[in-house]
Nanobody, 123 residues
Framework: QVQLVESGGGLVQAGGSLRLSCAAS????????RAWFRQAPGKEREFVAAITWTGGMTYYTDSVKGRFTISRDNAKNTVYLQMNSLKPDDTAIYYC????????????????WGQGTQVTVSS
């Protein structure tokens, strides 16, 4: 059974930091593109960041560039999202996704998803 499990969410004040993790099991995801999306209440799921299977290329939505960093440890089958200088607008459920192919910001194209972890940033 393939599973992606996110962790690391929580409540933080504006300007603070959190590090999200997404651990994969049931399959080796070392050759898969990995991505993070988020969904705020009443809004559609939006792309946050992605990383190619080698880690050589990373992509970010404009609103998080310079504040968030995506990375991966293929030996641990885990991808991370370091989030710094958090803002209230970053409040959302954060989901990790994986697929053989990098699909950019197209949420519907990723085959594997985690259950999400809540990030709340207070002002």
């Amino acid at each position: 059974q393939v599973q992606l499990v996110e962790s690391g969410g929580g409540l933080v004040q504006a300007g603070g930091s959190l590090r999200l993790s997404c651990a994969a099991s049931g399959r080796t995801f070392s050759s898969y593109a990995r991505a993070w999306f988020r969904q705020a209440p009443g809004k559609e799921r939006e792309f946050v960041a992605a990383i190619t299977w080698t880690g050589g290329m990373t992509y970010y939505t404009d609103s998080v560039k310079g504040r968030f960093t995506i990375s991966r440890d293929n030996a641990k089958n885990t991808v991370y999202l370091q989030m710094n200088s958090l803002k209230p607008d970053d409040t959302a459920i954060y989901y990790c996704a994986a697929d053989v192919v990098y699909h950019g910001s197209s949420a519907g194209s990723y085959a594997y998803w985690g259950q999400g972890t809540q990030v709340t940033v207070s002002s």
